[in-house]
């Protein structure tokens, strides 16, 4: 494109009106298909002269990063045209040292989502000089939520590996324990001595250390063991408000607020009352924890295309993104107290379902669950009419009419 137009001008003198048509139209297309290539691309690009300045961006690059708008391009330096400090100092530092960088990674909150950004700066070259720098942007969210999530299940496969047989090893025993410790209060009790009112209090605790490491057992068995999942139609509402009226006086004592906004318009869903209940119940005493001086509990449903929603938001300490990368992870917890499974079961209870979980949060603005699950396409009843009776026809799950529950069999004709 240069050499034309450089021939071109050499030899302007010669050309007459058409032959100059020509040129711009050939030099309109090609400066429209660059356009139309870069505003194609997925990944965004922003490229700067050799002053460092901003001589072209493309959609992908407006979309992902926020931008100064409402100055000319050219006339500050890419640096001073993001508005994202953390992006702009990383470009004012690699062009000022004339350096190249590959795979740096962003986080940035836009809208309550939080997107990961891969940053890599670039040289333009020809000829053996450099004519300006590339700085290409790509959206790897998807990419780091599809690493979490096999991380997450490859934690869960070693952990059901070695699960049953360390399970069981301290299960029996405990057992015996607790039985041998129940005798000797028995025993205490036939005792005339001085000191069994605290032999008795010592049993006490130790009764007590049993029914704990029992109770942690049993929830470890609970998060690798398959699920015997038995899903049943169900009022994801009445799920809802039955759980929160059952924590009504523990949020109010805990000087929580509780908001609900459960929408009329969910279906009914395929769902393990059971499972999903205790689901439900490990996230809002999750949120719970979370405010030790109060807030506010928000519970949302709603329906959103094929989809069912559940969103479970709180005011409390929020999470860091370290934290929040490993918050499904099993045995990991920030307190001193808890298994540290509990949002591993819920985890696991989502996918039994069918459904997926992702979390939001930041520290000191709390954190919001999200629950996502299929809503179920149920076959439909049409009435219709052969002759003077009523027959009854279904809707299948694909559309088609079905008779009697079977779809009818296309009869092959004959041309």
């Known amino acids: 494109m240069r050499g034309l137009v450089k021939r071109a001008l050499e030899k302007i003198s010669k050309l007459d009106n058409e032959q100059i048509e020509q040129l711009l139209l050939v030099m309109a297309e090609e400066n429209e298909r660059l356009a139309v290539t870069l505003d194609s691309m997925s990944d965004g690009v922003l490229i700067t002269d050799t002053e460092h300045r901003l001589v072209l961006v493309n ?50 909150d836009h809208a309550g989502v939080t997107r990961i950004l891969s940053c890599s700066i670039l040289p333009m070259v020809k000829d053996g000089h450099v004519r300006g720098n590339i700085l290409q942007v790509v959206d790897i969210s998807e990419k780091r939520t599809r690493e979490a999530r096999l991380r997450r299940a490859e934690s869960l496969a070693s952990l059901t590996t070695l699960a049953a047989g360390v399970a069981h090893e301290i299960k029996n025993p405990l057992g015996s324990i607790g039985i041998h410790a129940q005798l000797l209060e028995k025993s205490v009790d036939c005792l005339d001595c001085p000191d069994s009112g605290t032999m008795k209090e010592y049993l006490e605790v130790i009764s007590e250390e049993i029914e704990r490491l029992n109770r942690i057992v049993v929830d470890f068995l609970f998060a690798v063991r398959p699920m015997d999942t038995q899903l049943e139609p169900a009022d994801l509402n009445q799920l809802l408000d039955d759980l929160l009226n059952f924590l009504r006086y523990e949020l109010e004592e805990g000087g929580i607020k509780l908001e609900r ?22 996230i809002v005493k999750n949120a719970m924890s979370a405010m030790p001086q109060g807030g506010t509990l928000r519970v ?3 329906v959103r295309g094929d989809e069912a929603l559940v969103r479970i938001s709180d005011t409390g300490l929020g999470m860091s993104p370290e934290v929040l990368e490993k918050i499904f992870e099993p045995y990991f917890t920030t307190r001193d107290f808890g298994s540290g499974i509990g949002l591993t079961l819920v985890y696991k209870v989502v996918k039994e379902h069918m459904g997926d979980i992702s979390v939001h949060s930041r520290e000191g603005r709390g954190s919001t669950f999200t629950i996502t699950l299929p809503v179920p396409q149920r076959e439909q009843r049409l009435i219709t009419w052969e002759g003077n009776r009523p027959r009854e026809d279904h809707l299948s799950r694909e559309g088609q009419t079905t008779r009697n529950g079977q779809i009818p069999r296309r009869e092959a004709t004959e041309s």
């Open 59 to 108: 959609k992908a690059a407006e979309r992902m990063i926020p931008l100064v708008t409402g100055k000319p391009m050219g006339e500050r330096p890419l640096w001073d045209v993001i508005l994202d400090r953390d992006i702009a100092t990383f470009t004012e530092m690699i062009l000022s040292r004339e350096d190249t960088v590959s795979d740096q990674e962003f986080a940035l």
């Open 261 to 282: 906004d459960l929408d009329p318009a969910v279906p009914e869903l395929d769902l393990d009352r059971r499972y999903f209940k205790q689901a439900l119940l490990n």
């Open 300 to 302: 949302i449903t709603q």
